[in-house]
């Protein structure tokens, strides 16, 4: 069992930037690679960033390459989103992730409100 747990959350004007967290507690954190979606209302959720549980890989949606960058640390079980020149369609709840072979877990979600 692994559960997950996000802030960093806001309202923020298009172009500023803010930093997500998601602490994990429960298995062993480095089993497991991370990721960040997100969901806007009346949308479906969707992928936004993924990380390897190195850190050494990373993936991003073609929309928030180049702004958003993902990152982690093992060691206080900890993972991040790093999101620069936001834009009001990133508004939207973001939901950390977490994946393993053997099945995934989610967070309760953190909102994210981008004024224009």
């Known amino acids: 069992q692994v559960q997950l747990v996000e802030s960093g959350g806001g309202l923020v004007q298009a172009g500023g930037s803010l930093r997500l967290s998601c602490a994990a507690s429960g298995r062993t954190f480095s089993d497991f690679d991370m990721g960040w979606y997100r969901q806007a209302p009346g949308k479906e959720r969707e992928f936004v960033a993924t990380?390897?549980?190195?850190?050494?890989?990373?993936n991003y949606k073609d929309s928030v390459k180049g702004r958003f960058t993902i990152s982690r640390d093992n060691a206080k079980k900890l993972v991040y989103l790093q999101m620069n020149n936001l834009k009001p369609e990133d508004t939207a709840i973001y939901y950390c992730?977490?994946?393993?072979?053997?099945?995934?877990?989610w967070g309760q979600g953190t909102q994210v409100t981008v004024s224009s």
């Open positions: 992730n977490a994946a393993r072979d053997l099945g995934y877990y």
């Open positions: 990380i390897s549980r190195s850190g050494r890989s990373t």
